[in-house]
């Protein structure tokens, strides 16, 4: 049974951070590229982060430099370390293995 299950949302204040977590199971994930995506309302999701197998990193042009995608492979879990927020980061953030179609139930981030 695979589950992502994201945490670490909240609401913050322009320029505060948060550290989003996604917790695996159920599937061996470090093997598989995996990324953070977000939502705001019924716009397009968009990709955000990715992190391949091999620990190599990508990101959207407009978080560069505030975000970090990172991965503990001994504890299944994936990171996105969201530092110095702005308003237009508010949106829901799913994590997800695009190549497995695996997705989480994504946790809201909010900032005023």
């Known amino acids: 049974h695979v589950q992502l299950v994201e945490s670490g949302g909240g609401s913050v204040q322009a320029g505060g951070s948060l550290r989003l977590s996604c917790a695996v199971s159920?599937?061996?994930?470090?093997?598989?590229?995996m990324g953070w995506f977000r939502q705001v309302s019924d716009m397009e999701r968009e990709g955000v982060a990715a992190?391949?197998?091999?620990?190599?990193?990508r990101y959207v042009e407009g978080v560069k430099g505030r975000f970090t995608i990172s991965k503990d492979n001994t504890k299944n879990t994936m990171y996105l370390q969201l530092n110095n927020l702005k308003t237009e980061d508010s949106a829901m953030y799913y994590c997800?293995?695009?190549?497995?179609?695996?997705w989480g139930q994504g946790t809201q981030v909010t900032v005023s």
């Open positions: 997800a293995s695009l190549t497995k179609g695996y």
């Open positions: 159920g599937f061996p994930y470090s093997r598989y590229c």
């Open positions: 992190i391949d197998s091999d620990g190599s990193t």
